[in-house]
């Protein structure tokens, strides 16, 4: 529970909480102007310093130069206790506490000089975890619950953070799996399943990036390689052979021998020289098939029809209708072949050329390789000959080291698919089996929305809890179709819902804080049930309900037996400059 915010300003509105239901109200007077606004009064800034002293980060009015060097104290209840916690804007790892920290899992540190306990920020948060959510000192999973997650659906952000898009995200790039470890954890569900979802989620994704490597360091290879990255039996091959290359090579440089391949090296050069004979060749007998076609090309013409009936004119015959028909099928035949002979030729032009460009590829291949060889040849002395092979020997050993890596993660990668396909299958068979066992968790939760919801519309909604391969799936939903702000009612009796759960599991009061605009667009019926429930519940159940409201957004005409203002525990104006929250304006 909070029991008051303070700041160490004069003008700063000090704000005093109350148990149960409690109003921040903006109001607009008649002295105020056609450009005053109570959108800069300190609503929104309310829940964002209450955020700061909790261990969050400065939000956007913080951050303003004007308020550098403010320090804001926040008097709580935590675990029965009371305790007084100080931050500056300025010292933002510095949180300074007042009250009894014996039992706590970290103790403060006492500073001599200002003669105050103090904690990082970061202990912080870990201290506020145990207090208000019983968070164990040391949890094994990889992805926990924090506190700053946990605390976030207490209190939402500004709209802008994405605080309202649904009742299981409290900000718009929320993580999905921290949605779903969050809301396990709050609904008092295996949580850790979710968790360890996420950690096969990751092991695929590394699977992934495995196999992804793969395909590159296949598309990039040599083409010896290449040809047998199919599978792990060809790579288990070739590093077969390499090795005992390596092994056979070692021993020639070992025992220092003039180089053993000298002959192996002539033959080869002598071979690539009447390749690279046989290319050249080939290349001026294609280039020369070149020139012949581009040549037939040029005298292809097709028959002209008045070149034909000229001839005949002048031969002083005239042409029958029918003869005219069949010269004319014959002209149209005649073109059909010159058309497709044009286009053979052209086709035949390009295969030539392509296989002129791959054999002078293959020349530039071959008269390297062959200039390479040529060189150890060359070389004289044992020196020389024996430089030139540990250069050689040290590039099997390379291919022998990647070989083995591709190998080793060829295997990792087919070991995982199905490691990853039984641990996912056991974890599902495990998270169902608990999600059962929590049924009356999940009874009490499902119960107690679907009682909020139809208190608000008449008809229960429905809260949905299910464990898929994806991981634990949540749904709300409430049937009334028409009705505005249905969205964000469906939050509102979530986090409803929420805070009695944990008020019967904490000794002091949970709190639970919305802003203005979690009832901006919602009916006037709705929005006075809304608030009349808030007010209810929490001095039922024993949690702090605390929302900030404009004056004219208040349903006061809706209301049944319920006296709003008495619940209005501080009041902002804009009357003037000093009249917010803050007492000065920016």
Same mark, same amino acid.
């Given at each position: 529970?909070?029991?008051?915010?303070?700041?160490?300003?004069?003008?700063?509105?000090?704000?005093?909480?109350?148990?149960?239901?409690?109003?921040?109200?903006?109001?607009?007077?008649?002295?105020?102007?056609?450009?005053?606004?109570?959108?800069?009064?300190?609503?929104?800034?309310?829940?964002?310093?209450?955020?700061?002293?909790?261990?969050?980060?400065?939000?956007?009015?913080?951050?303003?130069?004007?308020?550098?060097?403010?320090?804001?104290?926040?008097?709580?209840?935590?675990?029965?206790?009371?305790?007084?916690?100080?931050?500056?804007?300025?010292?933002?790892?510095?949180?300074?506490?007042?009250?009894?920290?014996?039992?706590?899992?970290?103790?403060?540190?006492?500073?001599?000089?200002?003669?105050?306990?103090?904690?990082?920020?970061?202990?912080?948060?870990?201290?506020?975890?145990?207090?208000?959510?019983?968070?164990?000192?040391?949890?094994?999973?990889?992805?926990?619950?924090?506190?700053?997650?946990?605390?976030?659906?207490?209190?939402?952000?500004?709209?802008?953070?994405?605080?309202?898009?649904?009742?299981?995200?409290?900000?718009?790039?929320?993580?999905?799996?921290?949605?779903?470890?969050?809301?396990?954890?709050?609904?008092?569900?295996?949580?850790?399943?979710?968790?360890?979802?996420?950690?096969?989620?990751?092991?695929?994704?590394?699977?992934?990036?495995?196999?992804?490597?793969?395909?590159?360091?296949?598309?990039?290879?040599?083409? !010896?390689?290449?040809?047998?990255?199919?599978?792990?039996?060809?790579?288990?091959?070739?590093?077969?052979?390499?090795?005992?290359?390596?092994?056979?090579?070692?021993?020639?440089?070992?025992?220092?021998?003039?180089?053993?391949?000298?002959?192996?090296?002539?033959?080869?050069?002598?071979?690539?020289?009447?390749?690279?004979?046989? +290319?050249?060749?080939?290349?001026?007998?294609?280039?020369?098939?070149?020139?012949?076609?581009?040549?037939?090309?040029?005298?292809?013409?097709?028959?002209?029809?008045?070149?034909?009936?000229?001839?005949?004119?002048?031969?002083?015959?005239?042409?029958?209708?029918?003869?005219?028909?069949?010269?004319?099928?014959?002209?149209?035949?005649?073109?059909?072949?010159?058309?497709?002979?044009?286009?053979?030729?052209?086709?035949?032009?390009?295969?030539?050329?392509?296989?002129?460009?791959?054999?002078?590829?293959?020349?530039?291949?071959?008269?390297?390789?062959?200039?390479?060889?040529?060189?150890?040849?060359?070389?004289?002395?044992?020196?020389?000959?024996?430089?030139?092979?540990?250069?050689?020997?040290?590039?099997?050993?390379?291919? +022998?080291?990647?070989?083995?890596?591709?190998? !080793?993660?060829?295997?990792?990668?087919?070991?995982?698919?199905?490691?990853?396909?039984?641990?996912?299958?056991?974890?599902?068979?495990?998270?169902?089996?608990? +999600?059962?066992?929590?049924?009356?968790?999940?009874?009490?939760?499902?119960?107690?929305?679907?009682?909020?919801?139809?208190?608000?519309?008449?008809?229960?909604?429905?809260?949905?809890?299910?464990?898929?391969?994806?991981?634990?799936?949540?749904?709300?939903?409430?049937?009334?179709?028409?009705?505005?702000?249905?969205?964000?009612?469906?939050?509102?009796?979530?986090?409803?819902?929420?805070?009695?759960?944990?008020?019967?599991?904490?000794?002091?009061?949970?709190?639970?804080?919305?802003?203005?605009?979690?009832?901006?667009?919602?009916?006037?019926?709705?929005?006075?049930?809304?608030?009349?429930?808030?007010?209810?519940?929490? !001095?039922?159940?024993?949690?702090?309900?605390?929302?900030?409201?404009?004056?004219?957004?208040?349903?006061?005409?809706?209301?049944?037996?319920?006296?709003?203002?008495?619940?209005?525990?501080?009041?902002?104006?804009?009357?003037?400059?000093?009249?917010? +929250?803050?007492?000065?304006?920016?």
């Amino acid at each position: 529970m909070i029991r008051s915010l303070s700041c160490d300003r004069p003008y700063f509105k000090t704000i005093e909480f109350k148990p149960g239901f409690n109003v921040i109200l903006a109001e607009r007077t008649q002295e105020a102007t056609i450009k005053d606004s109570r959108n800069g009064l300190g609503k929104s800034t309310v829940i964002e310093i209450i955020h700061f002293c909790l261990g969050g980060n400065k939000g956007e009015t913080l951050k303003k130069s004007e308020l550098d060097g403010w320090a804001f104290t926040l008097e709580l209840d935590l675990k029965g206790e009371k305790y007084s916690v100080t931050r500056n804007t300025r010292d933002i790892n510095e949180v300074i506490i007042d009250g009894d920290c014996s039992s706590w899992p970290i103790e403060p540190k006492f500073d001599s000089e200002i003669g105050k306990k103090v904690l990082s920020r970061n202990d912080w948060n870990e201290v506020l975890g145990y207090l208000m959510f019983d968070f164990q000192p040391n949890y094994e999973c990889k992805y926990n619950p924090t506190f700053r997650s946990l605390i976030s659906y207490f209190a939402r952000k500004n709209g802008h953070s994405g605080a309202f898009l649904n009742p299981f995200q409290h900000f718009k790039v929320q993580l999905e799996w921290d949605q779903q470890v969050n809301n396990a954890f709050l609904l008092g569900l295996g949580w850790e399943f979710a968790s360890k979802l996420q950690v096969l989620k990751d092991r695929g994704k590394l699977l992934n990036e495995i196999k992804q490597e793969l395909e590159e360091i296949k598309q990039e290879a040599t083409t !010896e390689l290449s040809n047998v990255l199919g599978s792990s039996g060809e790579l288990e091959a070739l590093k077969i052979r390499l090795k005992a290359q390596v092994e056979q090579e070692k021993t020639q440089l070992d025992n220092f021998k003039v180089l053993p391949q000298y002959e192996e090296l002539e033959k080869n050069a002598n071979q690539i020289t009447v390749n690279i004979h046989e +290319l050249v060749n080939l290349n001026i007998s294609d280039k020369l098939l070149i020139e012949y076609y581009e040549d037939s090309l040029k005298e292809e013409v097709d028959a002209e029809p008045s070149k034909i009936k000229n001839l005949y004119e002048e031969a002083g015959l005239i042409l029958p209708e029918k003869i005219t028909k069949i010269i004319t099928d014959v002209l149209t035949f005649h073109k059909n072949i010159v058309a497709n002979r044009k286009e053979y030729l052209q086709l035949e032009i390009q295969k030539l050329k392509r296989n002129i460009s791959e054999r002078e590829q293959q020349i530039n291949d071959f008269t390297s390789n062959r200039a390479e060889l040529l060189l150890a040849l060359k070389t004289g002395g044992a020196l020389q000959e024996w430089t030139l092979l540990q250069n050689n020997h040290q590039t099997i050993v390379a291919q +022998l080291k990647d070989v083995s890596n591709k190998l !080793e993660n060829l295997t990792h990668f087919e070991q995982g698919k199905s490691s990853i396909n039984v641990d996912l299958e056991l974890l599902l068979q495990k998270a169902k089996q608990d +999600l059962n066992e929590r049924k009356s968790q999940k009874e009490a939760a499902i119960l107690t929305f679907n009682a909020y919801s139809k208190a608000l519309y008449s008809v229960p909604g429905t809260l949905s809890i299910d464990f898929t391969k994806n991981g634990f799936k949540f749904n709300v939903s409430i049937e009334r179709s028409g009705s505005q702000g249905i969205d964000c009612m469906k939050i509102f009796c979530y986090d409803l819902m929420l805070a009695k759960l944990w008020a019967k599991k904490i000794k002091s009061q949970i709190f639970l804080i919305h802003d203005n605009l979690i009832f901006d667009s919602v009916d006037e019926r709705q929005k006075a049930l809304a608030l009349q429930l808030a007010a209810t519940e929490s !001095e039922k159940e024993g949690f702090q309900y605390i929302c900030t409201m404009n004056s004219d957004n208040v349903p006061r005409s809706e209301f049944r037996d319920f006296n709003f203002d008495e619940y209005v525990i501080k009041t902002f104006t804009d009357a003037s400059q000093s009249g917010g +929250l803050l007492g000065i304006r920016f």
